[in-house]
């Protein structure tokens, strides 16, 4: 069938596919690179007036990326019956490098607000979100649209809050009434 100078093709394949079990990840590395130096827009308004980066602009520049470096991506919604009769879903994405067949897989559970296909619209939207900013490290920006304070950031407003509250609080002789000053306790774990 062969001679012995010539190799069947399964040895051949074999053959190009050594040493490339690894080649997904540099490729993924190579594209987080690429992504980490793009401009994303913060377009998306939340219900609290936070800004956010919305799917389409996460589709628009991860995705053309992807496929340069050999990519295909994959959404799924994996819920069973048990999931759906908690209120809630499982969403899957897959990461497959078409040159090697490899795959790289992320899933999320959500918890649906609604109990109506709107409700899980809206989860399967936020959940690819999630998972696309959790997978190439994408910007992202406090959900409930306010930022983290640190201790000194914090006492700054408590200060300033109570000073505005103090000027409130004059009594009828011009002097100020002045409650115990609130502190920060720091809790180290």
Known sequence: MFNKK??????????EMA?????????????????????????????????????????KVVEPVLYKHGFVT???????????QKGQCRFVLRLIY?????????????????????????AYTYAMRSLYESVFALPK????????????ELQSAIDTLTFKRDKLLKNQNGRTVSPDKPKIKETIL
């Open 6 to 15: 010539e190799k069947s093709p399964a040895e051949k394949h074999l053959m």
């Open 19 to 59: 040493g490339r079990d690894k080649e997904h990840l540099t490729q993924l590395l190579a594209v987080r690179k690429i992504l980490s130096e793009q401009q994303f827009k913060m377009t998306g308004k939340g219900a609290f007036k936070n800004s956010y980066l919305p799917l389409p602009e996460i589709i």
């Open 74 to 84: 994959i959404f799924d919604d994996i819920s069973n019956s048990d999931d759906l």
């Open 98 to 122: 078409t040159l090697t067949d490899q795959e790289i897989t992320n899933t999320i559970n959500m918890q649906l607000e609604k109990a109506t296909p709107q409700g899980k619209r809206s």
């Open 141 to 152: 920006e406090d959900d409930d649209a306010t930022a983290t304070m640190n201790v000194d």
